[in-house]
């Protein structure tokens, strides 16, 4: 496995590498992670990860310098998973000094994370995008644990016409539902104890929603849980998979999306309505 840590070494090392399918990452990889660099190794094509801590996407108030850094672990999960290239940039590398330009989202990247964390998706696709132009991969692989990322990202790709294949991956959950998460390391155990309540509620109202009970009251009594879990949900939402617009009643496509606080971290989940 190469690692690259300058653009020199980037460039070097991807010269000869052809179609790349490329993993971006904060790093702290956890299995969901590695199901990413899985589905991009499937695809037959070298894989090259990269592992950056993205500051433009933590708002002023948010957990940028906690967020767990672990590169030496980081380094053997990758090359266990078969990683042909990691990319770990420094931040003056992907922020040079007077930087005028950046990304500006709107439509899927409106509401929910985007009005909890209203820098967030301008910082996201904007590294995103400086990633691509680094490494110009042939696909990009993204977990759906981030649902609404992914379809940020996927429109950005759309809008600006940029050549790459953006591949959804299932989300990677632990055995009793929990979704894999870096910030999962910061649960209390009572809080860890608490948390698949998430995933349940979900579950729960995906099947209730899809049996035809009304979407108002089936996402209050989702609410409901999560606030007898000793979560505080921020939202729980029946919304149209790819505009992320809400919807008043189940209309294909369709993701139940859900964010709720559990002591210090947010936890994020969603689910399909079948
Ligand atoms: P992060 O390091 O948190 O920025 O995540 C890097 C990529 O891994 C993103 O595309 C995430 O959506 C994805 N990811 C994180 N957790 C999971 C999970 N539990 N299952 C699938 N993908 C995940």
Redesign the pocket.
Known sequence: MKIARTLTELQAATKTMGDTAF???????????L??LAAAKAGGRPVVASIFVNPAQFGPNEDYNRYPRDEAGDLAQLEASGCDLVWLPDVPTMYPAHTATTIHVSGPATRWEGAARPTHFAGVATVVAKLFGQIRPAAA??????WQ??QVISRMVEDLLLPVKIVP?????DADGL????RNRFLLPPERAAAPALYAALTKAAKHIAAGKEVAATLHNARHDLAVAGMVPDYVALVHAHSLEPLAALAQPARLIAAAKLGHVRLLDNVPVA
């Open positions: 993993v971006p990452t904060m790093g702290a990889l956890h299995s969901g992670h199901s990413l692989y993204f977990g759906e644990k981030d990322q992914v991956v299932p989300i990677a959950r979704a894999l998460s870096s």
